[in-house]
């Protein structure tokens, strides 16, 4: 459904043109601007990189940081912001549940997997559109209509103007990117019923002014503060917000991948041959929409062009929810959302998270529906090509994209390599590309130290 523009033609380029050899890499002419491996897997073209600042936090931020921990918001009083974000996890779910408990007793399963508050600071808003400043004067119900009319393209860098073209739904957060700001999105779990389950804006005031913290929102925002509940509620969220925008925790940048762009580390032999499957149209084809190059400005990548993608990822009947056969999480048409319910077009579409940190998670896509990095390779590799290893088999048929109703599975990409096979096709990528692309995506791991060999080497 998407298309990008020439920001990956480098990297695409050099994968294509750069071969792994033995336990070697032999370098090869890199395209203009693009990092280029060399034999020994340094980077031979290091940048520097534009790193957010590190300074102490405000006092709204430290005592949002108080508020993220607390337990005594949440209906149960004991479920915080932390809960489902350890920040000892990438700020992700510690355990392997699909989807995680809440409500009043902690007994009620949401219905989607819980993603990460990592590099969520430099999200834009919600549109509709190519990533250009006309967007910022058209209405939603105006890109909507645009989109309708736009041809479904291919994401490839090699195809600019198609790519200029296509309108595409990108921005926002959640996996629906139904809210723009981190203080909405902290509202969000927040008055849930099957999160937090805060109850009433008043009944969440009640218990902040009730809070150890109830002085220092006063010294903070004024006493008069403590009298009106939604500006008292509001600036909590705000406090929450400047949190994780001014913590060092929440964008550390500080994963091997990190320290190769600057020319401060080497891949191994397996994650150099997983960096080129990573990038190769031919195979992986990650980096299409996990975006690893730094921006124009020295700005480190995210790992993801923040856009939405029907997958047909398999449905998850460990998800209580999916036990009524009427019941289907579409993404941007609901259940969280409306505005876009009636565009079936983007039925059945989520966003595209960020790979950093992937390789710390348990569960993965929207639905939790899987719990390795193998596997989900193995989806992107068999989907199309061996589908009765991914979907369900009834009366001797394939299901496949059982997790949609019939009449949205046509929005299911088809387009993009490596998902552009058809059944009894080889798959895109050998069990040892897989492996070589998961030690790859282990670089992407915050918190890693220089070790052996002057600091160059590591894993």
Known sequence: MRARAACCAGLLALAVATTVVGRGVQAAAPAAGA?????????????????????PLSAVARLGRKLFFYEGLSGSGRMSCASCHDPANAYAPANSLPVQFGGGRLRTP?????????????????????????????????????????????KTAGDTVASGANLVPQGGLF??????????QAAGPLFNPMEMDGGSLARVARRLRASPYARRFAALFGAGVLREPKLLVSEALFCLARFQ???????????????????????????A??????????????????????????????????????????????IPANHDPRYFDLGLCGPYRSDLARQTRYCG??????????????????????????????FYDWRDTRPW????????????????????????????????????????MSRRDMRDVVAFLRTLNDGWRPHDCGGQAGR
């Not at 919600?126 to 041809?151: M, Y």
């Not at 991948?257 to 600057?262: E, P, S």
Request: glycine content about 8%; aromatic content about 8%; charged content about 25%.
């Open 389 to 428: 290893r991914i979907y369900p088999v009834r009366n001797g048929r394939v299901d496949r994209y059982d997790d949609l109703p019939p009449k949205l599975r046509g929005n299911v990409d088809r387009v993009d390599p490596p998902l552009n096979r058809k059944p009894g096709e080889p798959p895109a």
């Open 35 to 55: 990092p280029a491996l060399l034999p020994d897997g340094g980077n031979a073209h290091p940048v520097h990189l534009l790193l957010p600042p590190r300074r």
């Open 245 to 271: 925008i001014e913590d060092p925790s929440f964008h550390p940048f500080s994963s091997k991948y990190d320290a190769w762009l600057q020319g401060k580390a080497r891949f191994t032999p397996r994650q």
């Open 110 to 154: 949401g219905v989607r997997a819980v993603p990460s508050l990592r590099y969520l600071y430099r999200e834009q808003n919600f549109s509709i559109g190519p990533d250009n400043e006309e967007n910022e004067t058209v209405t939603l119900r105006q890109l909507v209509a645009r989109g309708l009319r736009a041809p479904r393209v291919r």
């Open 175 to 184: 996996w629906d990117g139904r809210v723009d700001t981190l203080q909405q």
């Open 349 to 378: 579409m989520f966003r595209t998270p960020s790979l950093r940190n992937v390789a710390t998670r348990h569960v993965f896509f929207h639905n939790g529906v899987y719990h390795s990095l193998l596997q989900v390779l193995q």
């Open 273 to 318: 041959r997983g960096y080129l499957v990573f990038n190769d149209p031919g195979k992986g084809d990650c980096a299409a929409c996990h975006l690893d190059r730094p921006g124009a400005d020295g700005r480190p990548p995210l790992f993801t062009d923040t856009q939405y993608e029907a997958l047909g990822v398999p449905r998850n009947m460990a």
